[in-house]
């Protein structure tokens, strides 16, 4: 098993411009998550999903957009970047909806920073 | 006031030595605890979860005091290997079904 894997690692855009961070998972898990990570913030839930074809906000949902189209794949889209989404973003799963109950399990994480 | 509260150190400590974190979180009705490990510029991985009657792993030991609403770490016997940023992650039970991290406590073991 890969596990939760992401694409890319890291990534340079410029304001303004659009962008899809790729999260794959191969546990065949339920939830699925997308938190971003700035210094002395800690871990902040942008957009999560609970099975194929849901998906909800989180905390900071504002400038993102998600899809659930299979299991397996949960992907990010940035609409138009600004330098406040400078981050490191991690995608995470787990085997039930009931998410707080088990296990999280993160992707390595892409490192974004927009000019 | 953060919902989930950790002090960010760093923690120096020798090799050998016990070291104590504690987290401190806001919503009383908060159902489940966990501590996570971050190691430097890689993804959070569980470390152990938290119950309420406590629980140990090896050297590692949490407990949880709801009426105080905080939860602890304990490591005994530091390693090396031990250095890494740990984060406190509460299910504050909001019916969002996500969990609230802490902007994490970093420990650095010396030699």
């Known amino acids: 098993n890969a596990g939760v894997t992401q694409t890319p690692k890291f990534q340079v855009l410029k304001t303004g411009q659009s962008m899809t961070l790729q999260c794959a998972q191969d546990?065949?898990?339920?939830?699925m998550s997308w938190y971003r990570q700035d210094p002395g913030m800690g871990l902040r839930l942008i957009h999560y999903?609970?099975?194929?074809?849901?998906?909800d906000q989180g905390e900071v949902p504002n400038g993102y957009n998600v899809s659930r189209s299979t299991t397996e794949d949960f992907p990010l889209r940035l609409l138009s970047a600004a330098p406040s989404q400078t981050s490191v973003y991690f995608c995470?799963?787990?085997?039930?909806?009931?998410?707080?109950?088990?296990?999280?399990?993160f992707g390595p994480g892409t490192r974004l920073t927009v000019l | 006031r953060k919902e989930v509260e950790q002090d960010p150190g760093p923690f120096n400590v020798p090799e050998g030595a016990t070291v104590a974190f504690n987290c401190t979180y806001s919503n009383s009705a908060s159902q489940s605890f966990f501590w996570y490990r971050q190691d430097c510029r890689k993804e959070p991985k569980l470390l152990m979860s938290?119950?309420?009657s406590g629980n140990e792993d090896g050297r590692f030991t949490a407990q949880l005091n709801r009426a105080s609403q905080y939860i602890s770490l304990l490591i005994r016997d530091s390693k090396l290997s031990d250095s890494a940023t740990y984060l406190c992650v509460v299910n504050m039970d909001t019916g969002r079904r996500a969990l609230t991290f802490g902007s994490g406590t970093r420990l650095q073991v010396q030699p």
């Open positions: 995470a799963s787990s085997y039930s909806q009931w998410a707080t109950i088990n296990e999280q399990f």
């Open positions: 938290v119950y309420s």
């Open positions: 546990m065949n898990h339920e939830y």
């Open positions: 999903s609970v099975g194929a074809g849901i998906t």
